[in-house]
């Protein structure tokens, strides 16, 4: 028999027949077995429709996966994994918290050297007061030599803070690994 003999249709349970009992009424009635009949083809009908439309949405999102880009359907390559995605955030954070650290540690920076820069400026006006006019040509060099490092460092801060505004975030990973 061919796949397609074997196969059960709604038709083909509605044109079955069956021969009629010998006239001692031995057998199943003809009514009852039409009847299951009838219920037999209204069920599969309903079966083959709910397999029919299944399979057109089956299709219609394999269709979608393959439009976006996804993958044949059997594995996600376009769409991150969750550990990627955590992993992903994860170092975001720990980037985010390191610049944070940098740009704290420039500020200090620049605060201890305008610190030391005005001490140093003190102690020098102090001195000054005392020592004679060669010295205070000194006092004024050393004035400005500390001047130009507070303003090196605030230059260099201000740049780092630039750049890392500038600095895009870590980009989304396109495709995963099983270990990711």
Known sequence: MTP?????????LRSMTFPRAPLTRRGFSE????????????TLTAL????????????????????????????????PSVDAVLQQARAQQSAEQTVAAAREQARNMVRAARAQAEALLQQMREQGKQA???DQEETERLISYLRQIAQSLAVTADQYATKQAQTPPFPATTATSPGA
């Open 4 to 12: 397609e003999a074997q196969r059960l249709t709604p038709e083909a």
């Open 31 to 42: 009514e009852a077995v039409q009847d299951a009949l009838r219920r037999c083809a209204a």
């Open 48 to 79: 083959t429709e709910e397999n029919d439309r299944l399979r057109a949405d089956m299709q219609r999102h394999r269709d979608w996966i393959r439009a976006n880009n996804i993958g044949d359907g059997s594995a996600p390559t376009g769409v």
């Open 132 to 134: 004679a006019d060669g």
